[in-house]
């Protein structure tokens, strides 16, 4: 059973990006490092709680924001109750960092490239349990970006060539990763209170 | 500079530890896996800021109290102003983990067995920035258990054969460490609320 888990994914953006990127401007990707770099962190902890939603959201005190209000950082809590829950940070003011630790009852879990693969044909994550650490690799002959298209691809010909009906299941992770940086934005915005989910 | 730190201490005790050992009972160790697991990680995130305190702590919720009040598992914010903060986790209810991650505006380090080294004589940790991951190795001739006790025994022999006073890093180092774990408990007890630590 999951009890834990932290993701972050940070990245030292450049001046310019600071500055004129479409992502630090409130008229376009408003949202900010929650939006670009959080999200990643999001889809994440859901990933390992099996795309349950946590039963609140809390913005934890710490988030820069530019002059315009945009989120150039922050971390948050996602609470599933019973003991289970999540942090995250995402940041465009530090070092690229990409992990994943998540701790169950009888095991953990980490990935430290789980956003950008050092190695793009390969992907590793290391678990341990029961007094023994090991490193796994599964090797790919695409990228992950090649996999997504394809993906995309063959989901749009089913539908296309073959009649079937829109797969459920991307949407339904794009809607609740989208419906938990809301929850984050939403308690920024509302001086850290816990936002709850019950019923969304 | 750093910008955020995570630090996790979990180990799964038997049920015969959750029952009778002298850390989940309230007139003997009673901080629970705050005073045992969570110290450890505290040290960890005042280690990674140069021994600052933080200006504010904030329990976070999710955490699993015993019938007798004892924290059996808690998460924490510290908060060092300016964007600078740290989460930390510790449980008597998950898989051994013992991970810090520190992620600064341009490196980042990772060690997963700060409190149990995997290997005795041997301490492993990963950096990167600048596009490099780079694994360390520091070897020591002893265990960390018996450099402890040479190290105690250095200072009291300082004392007693040099008329030496106490040095006051140690002593700092774990009044504050004490100081952290308490602002934990107190915001637990306290409904959650930050606890501010100017002037303590």
Redesign the interface.
């Known amino acids: 059973m999951l ?2 888990v ?1 993701s ?1 994914f ?1 990245f ?1 953006a450049s001046d310019d990006f600071l500055k004129h990127d479409i992502r630090v401007k409130p008229g376009l990707d408003g949202l900010g490092a929650l939006g670009d770099a959080g999200w990643y962190t999001i889809q994440a902890i859901l990933l390992v709680n099996n795309f349950k939603l946590p039963k ?1 959201v ?1 913005a ?5 924001l530019n002059d315009a209000g945009i989120v150039l ?1 922050c ?1 948050a ?1 996602f ?1 599933w ?5 999540a ?1 995250i ?1 995402c ?1 465009f ?5 990409m ?1 994943i ?1 998540a ?6 879990l ?1 990935v ?1 490239d789980f956003v950008i693969p ?1 190695m793009e044909t390969e992907a590793v994550f ?1 678990t ?2 029961g007094g023994c ?1 090991s490193e796994h690799k599964v090797m790919t002959e695409l990228s992950q970006e090649a996999c997504m298209v394809m993906e995309f691809a063959r989901l749009v010909g089913e539908i296309k060539n073959r009649g079937a009906k829109p797969d459920g299941f991307w949407m339904r992770f794009s809607r609740n990763t989208q419906l938990l940086v809301d929850a984050v934005k939403e308690s920024i915005d509302n001086n850290l209170e ?1 936002v709850f989910l019950s019923g969304r």
């Open positions: 009890m834990q932290y972050c940070s030292a609140t809390t934890l005190s710490g988030s820069v950082s971390g809590l609470d109750e019973d003991g289970v829950n942090t940070y940041s003011l530090a070092n690229l960092t992990e630790t701790i169950g009852t009888k095991g953990s980490r430290h050092y290391t341990s349990g650490v816990p």
